[in-house]
């Protein structure tokens, strides 16, 4: 059974800095970080391929926000930095299986995810 438990998630004030980390049962080379703040659809925030070391972001996290994978500890990474009060939201991890079409920010794109890790940013 596929596993992905996030941590990391926190409250901290605007200009801080939180990681995510996501642990996974398994190996997957495209995985990915969503958020999704009260009210509104969840969105992509960052995904990774490490098969051929791609990286994506969402515009409103590029230059802050910082994806990475380390697979001897099959654990995903967020880092998190100059956060604003826009970024709270509840953070999750997600996973494809190999081989697929990709979209790296769509949700419909991942098929395991993990529960959740709560981020607040005040002002």
């Known amino acids: 059974q596929v596993q992905l438990v996030e941590s990391g998630g926190g409250s901290v004030q605007a200009g801080g800095s939180l990681r995510l980390s996501c642990e996974a049962s398994?190996?997957?080379?495209?995985m990915a970080w969503f958020r999704q703040a009260p009210g509104k659809e969840r969105e992509g925030v960052a995904a990774?391929?490490?098969?051929?070391?791609?990286?994506y972001y969402a515009d409103a996290v590029k230059g802050r926000f910082t994806i990475s994978q380390d697979n001897a500890k099959n654990t995903l990474y967020l880092q998190m930095n100059s956060l604003k009060p826009d970024d709270t939201a509840i953070y999750y991890c997600a996973a494809r299986p190999f081989g697929g079409a990709w979209s790296p920010l769509r949700e419909s794109s991942y098929t395991y995810w993990g529960q959740g890790t709560q981020v607040t940013v005040s002002s």
């Open positions: 990774i391929w490490t098969g051929v070391g791609t990286k």
């Open positions: 398994g190996v997957y080379n495209r």
